[in-house]
């Protein structure tokens, strides 16, 4: 696993030309400042906000990984999630955090089950943090932007940075970022699925293939939201490979290792990301907007 190094912040966008992600430091703004700095990359994709099969899915992988426990802890844990008063502008807000998630990996240890069924479960048991954002989407949504605006990590949380990370369910405490590069991921997969066609549902109607064409990067790439995969509707078993196969591949995995002011700028489809709030013990407040690279 890898450290996202920071970039300049004045070649964002030919940067995001050749890179499926980018760090850079930009200090500390006000809430007009980061907005008129994600407009410098794109227009604001309002879909994704006014958008209510995402709200539902929200509700429930919050609910799924027991988010909503959190707000029935003491007053200085919280988790919240809501909207700033400039359109498409998410604030992420949370602290003091100390839940262990129950997790069942990969096809194993689920006990006398068929391999479609653990695959079922699995699905949406410990893989439900790796995704990517808005797949349900038929028209997918471009760049995501995430600002730390307030990141302040415990000492014990720097640690769990440094020795909590877990190949078979990847997750770090100390408040992390981790992403799997789906360009690289491409080239070194890309014989084991060209040739076939290979489509994930993520809504009753949308599916898309594994196999994409990212308009950004001009080139294909491998494209899968894990959490979002509909297992009734798509080869779970299936999924469940290709998942495994890209977080144990450590030459796949970037971790952006947050410091207060740092922007992520990543190209939405060319890879896949997890938080890892578990355990967190400091504060950490997160800007978002979603932009449309034209």
């Not at 950004?216 to 495994?244: H, Q």
């Not at 970037?254 to 967190?280: K, P, S």
Request: aromatic share 12%.
């Amino acid at each position: 696993m890898r450290i996202l190094e920071r970039s300049s912040r004045y070649s964002i966008r030919e940067d995001l030309k050749t890179k499926f992600a980018v760090v850079v430091h930009l200090g500390d703004l006000s809430e007009q400042e980061f907005y008129d700095f994600s407009l410098s990359i794109g227009d604001i994709d309002l879909d994704c906000y006014n958008d209510q099969y995402h709200m539902h899915e929200v509700s429930r992988i919050a609910n799924s990984t027991r988010m909503s426990e959190f707000k029935k802890q003491e007053n200085e844990s919280r988790n919240v999630l809501a909207n700033s008063s400039f359109p498409g502008f998410s604030v992420f807000d949370y602290a003091g955090l100390d839940q262990q998630e129950d997790v069942e990996i990969g096809l194993s240890g689920l006990g006398d089950m068929s391999d479609e069924y653990k695959a079922k479960r699995a699905l949406i048991g410990g893989f439900k943090n790796w995704h990517v954002d808005f797949p349900h989407r038929k028209e997918l949504a471009d760049i995501g932007i995430l600002y730390a605006k307030n990141f302040k990590p415990t000492q014990r949380d720097r640690d769990a940075d440094i020795h909590g990370y877990n190949i078979i369910n990847p997750r770090l405490g100390g408040g992390s970022t981790l992403l799997v590069d789906f360009c690289l991921a491409h080239d070194k997969h890309h014989d084991a699925f060209a040739g076939k066609h290979v489509e994930f549902y993520y809504s009753e109607e949308v599916a898309h293939p594994l196999l994409r064409y990212n308009k950004i990067l001009d080139r294909e790439t491998l494209y899968i939201s894990p959490v979002s995969v509909l297992p009734n509707k798509s080869n779970s078993i299936l999924a469940n490979e290709i998942f495994m196969l890209l977080v144990n591949d450590d030459e796949l995995l970037w971790q952006v290792d947050w410091e207060e002011g740092d922007c992520l700028i990543f190209n939405n489809t060319a890879c896949m990301h997890r938080g890892a709030y578990h355990n967190f013990q400091g504060e950490r407040t997160m800007w978002r907007t979603t932009v449309k690279y034209d």
